[in-house]
């Protein structure tokens, strides 16, 4: 089974709209990753969260740890074309960041 | 600041031949970890090499292999190639600090293509 579920798989919005992804970790985790990727390309790092209830926000996209520290949830606020692509939560279980296990990913799609 | 390099962004080999891919990371980070993305497995951890030794290992066989070098690039060699192997393969460069959780940046991988 998957040790990190990521929900929703694909994600169709208007511009203008706000939007929000899931991640959720059977285990409690060191740190939770937010990564951003455009088809074929690397991964573009969003935010990385480390304590239980901690919130980052970083232009129009804030992401949340919860209490437990095994559900995070990212939010894009007046979504924008540039914030099309996927978007991928990793899990870090060593406290390294060197070991990284990654959700499945959601697909954004932004239409004007 | 230099972001991760990997070199070269792309390659065609033919099955049965051997690939080494190279990855330099920011400067001062220690780790480089190497990942496998294809679409059906997504986004899986290769390993982990820390100070010139392998520290992390994920579940492939032993066909894949690395090593890191004094100045912390580091380079990763699959052997026997197989069309299976086709993937972007993507490393990631972390400063590794003790007891602390660190950011990992990830270079824009190469994409591997076995035919």
């Known amino acids: 089974s998957q040790e990190l579920e990521q929900s929703p798989q694909s994600l169709i919005v208007q511009e203008g709209k706000n939007l929000t992804i899931n991640c959720t970790s059977s285990?409690?985790?060191?740190?939770l990753y937010w990564y951003k990727q455009k088809y074929g390309e690397g991964l573009i790092f969003l935010m990385m969260l480390q304590k239980g209830g901690e919130e980052k926000s970083h232009e129009k996209i804030t992401a949340k740890l919860d209490e437990k520290k095994q559900q995070s949830s990212l939010h894009i606020t007046a979504s924008q074309p540039s914030h099309a692509g996927i978007y991928l939560c990793?899990?870090?279980?060593?406290?390294?960041?060197?070991?990284?296990?990654f959700g499945t990913g959601t697909r954004l799609q932004v239409t004007l | 600041k230099a972001g991760v390099t990997q070199t070269p962004r792309y390659l065609i080999k033919t099955r049965g031949q051997q690939v080494t891919l190279s990855c330099s990371p920011i400067?001062?980070?220690?780790?480089v970890s190497w990942y496998q993305q294809t679409p059906g497995q997504g986004l899986q951890f290769l390993f982990e090499y820390f100070s010139e030794t392998q520290r992390n290992k994920g579940n492939f066989p032993g066909r894949f292999s690395g090593r890191q070098f004094s100045n912390s690039r580091s380079e990763m060699n699959v052997s026997t190639l197989e069309l299976g192997d086709s993937a972007l393969y993507l490393c990631a460069s972390s400063l590794d600090r003790s007891n602390m959780n660190t950011e990992a940046f990830f270079g824009q991988g190469t994409r591997l293509t076995v035919v």
């Open positions: 285990k409690t985790l060191y740190g």
């Open positions: 400067s001062g980070h220690r780790s």
């Open positions: 990793g899990a870090d279980k060593t406290g390294t960041a060197s070991k990284l296990t």
